[in-house]
């Protein structure tokens, strides 16, 4: 866990805050004032990876950055488990303490089917939703497939089972501290510059010890296990969902989810939502393409104001 009043040589200046409702100790960002914006990172990363939208959209929204278990500067306990489910339980607690309302959900990695459990469970809470790099999917029945497929395609994934089998898995997520480039890079990144003494420091900092590394190895050992559950909206909530106002931005470079199997799984879920691919950035595209990223969202923000009807456009793609 990082210590709550780091800043990374001022790369992330925000205030820090927590909550004790999810049953430990959650930190998030909390900046600006306005419709709310809640950016749900993945694996292995936390909120930092925001911190560039985080500074351009807060002038304007209140931005909502949490750190999940085991990760950021939120605990890691050790009598949890760190399945899907639990991070949606997690979150759900987040956003009732706070009651947060008229949401734009803003997923990336596993942040999407966390941000998607959470609509699935509060549809009447959530306002919009934007994926970046991220699975915005329920438990469909085309969900199985497209995972599979995926899978066969991404060294990531590969490597997780394979290690899971072998029962290396652990040793080696257990020493995030030490392989997290290496792990950030098999994952997908383009802009080799980036990786300075301070950006290193930053994502390594949650994994300083094998205990503190619970999150980034249950989230691998789950998918390998079998172990995530994507929640299932009922009809009426699911029907809500798909009329919302919906962005997907891919980074087409991204070797871990591919977005010839994910982009078509948002596209079936938002018939309307609107999706651009962006050529130069990879899995981590909000590090790859900050600046692309942050007017798309200020842009589809503008054309869709909270409590206002839908303007639709044709999409870029």
């Given at each position: 866990m990082i210590h709550r009043h780091e800043t990374f040589n001022g790369t992330y200046p925000f205030a820090a805050h927590f909550t004790a409702a999810p049953g430990f100790d959650m930190h998030y960002v909390d900046e600006g004032e306005g419709p709310v914006v809640l950016c749900l990172h993945g694996e292995p990363t936390w909120g930092y990876l925001f911190r560039h939208l985080t500074a351009q959209l807060c002038t304007n929204h209140r931005v909502i950055v949490p750190d999940h278990m085991g990760f950021g500067k939120s605990e890691t306990p050790a009598d949890r488990t760190y399945w899907l489910q639990d991070h949606i339980?997690?979150?759900?607690?987040l956003v009732?303490?706070?009651?947060?309302?008229?949401?734009?959900?803003?997923?990336?990695?596993?942040?999407?089917?966390?941000?998607?459990?959470?609509?699935?469970?509060?549809?009447?809470?959530?306002a919009r939703i934007v994926s970046i790099n991220a699975p915005a999917a329920f438990g469909q029945p085309t969900l199985g497939a497209t995972l599979e497929?995926?899978?066969?395609?991404?060294?990531?994934?590969?490597?997780?089972?394979?290690?899971?089998?072998?029962?290396?898995?652990?040793?080696?997520?257990?020493?995030?501290?030490?392989?997290?480039?290496?792990t950030l890079k098999l994952n997908g990144f383009e802009r080799n510059e980036l990786i300075t003494a301070t950006w290193l420091k930053a994502y390594a900092a949650p994994f300083a010890t094998p205990a503190d590394c619970r999150g980034v190895l249950g989230w691998a050992a789950g998918f390998a296990?079998?172990?995530?559950?994507?929640?299932?909206?009922?009809?009426?909530?699911?029907?809500?969902?798909?009329?919302?106002?919906?962005?997907?931005?891919?980074?087409?470079?991204?070797?871990?989810?591919?977005?010839?199997?994910?982009?078509?799984?948002?596209?079936?879920?938002?018939?309307?939502?609107?999706?651009?691919?962006?050529?130069?950035?990879?899995?981590y595209s909000p590090e790859d393409a900050p600046d692309a990223i942050a007017w798309l969202l200020s842009r589809f923000l503008g054309l869709n104001p909270v409590g206002k009807p839908t303007q639709h456009i044709i999409p870029v793609i």
């Open positions: 339980d997690n979150l759900e607690k009732l303490d706070l009651d947060l309302q008229d949401i734009t959900l803003v997923m990336h990695d596993f942040g999407g089917p966390m941000g998607m459990g959470l609509a699935a469970r509060h549809p009447d809470r959530i497929a995926n899978t066969a395609e991404s060294p990531w994934f590969t490597w997780v089972i394979r290690a899971a089998q072998e029962g290396r898995l652990e040793g080696v997520l257990n020493e995030s501290h030490y392989n997290i480039l290496s296990a079998g172990m995530h559950q994507f929640e299932n909206p009922d009809t009426i909530a699911r029907e809500k969902i798909s009329r919302l106002p919906a962005l997907c931005i891919w980074g087409s470079a991204d070797q871990t989810l591919h977005g010839k199997y994910f982009i078509p799984l948002f596209r079936s879920l938002f018939p309307d939502g609107q999706v651009y691919e962006l050529p130069q950035a990879g899995h």
